[in-house]
């Protein structure tokens, strides 16, 4: 199993920014971050590859950055320039290696708010 741990969240006025950190109890695979509003599907927002290849939505691109420190088994998400529709519960994802397989886990999210 692979508990992951959100912080960061907040609320935060339009054009301000926000560093969301997501904490992985042991050695992951791929690590990103999806968010979700009410009555919509959970969205990709980015996506970081062992390697360091990253994966970002347009709807972000420019203004959210993606990075990792794999000693700290952790993945931040560097966010800038918000605006209101960023609003969203944020979920930090990983895939991680048990028995040989590749599982997806999930945090248990975190707000974020931005007013305008």
């Known amino acids: 199993q692979v508990q992951l741990v959100e912080s960061g969240g907040g609320l935060v006025q339009a054009g301000g920014s926000l560093k969301l950190a997501c904490a992985a109890s042991?050695?992951?695979?791929?690590m990103g971050w999806y968010r979700q509003t009410p009555g919509k599907q959970r969205e990709l927002v980015a996506m970081i590859s062992p390697g360091g290849s990253t994966n970002v939505a347009d709807s972000v691109k420019g203004r959210f950055t993606i990075s990792r420190e794999d000693a700290k088994n952790t993945v931040y998400l560097q966010m800038n320039n918000l605006e209101p529709e960023d609003t969203a519960v944020y979920y930090c994802?990983?895939?991680?290696?048990?028995?040989?397989?590749?599982?997806?886990?999930w945090g248990q999210g975190t707000q974020v708010t931005v007013s305008s």
């Open positions: 042991r050695s992951t695979f791929s």
């Open positions: 994802y990983a895939k991680a290696f048990r028995s040989g397989l590749l599982y997806d886990y």
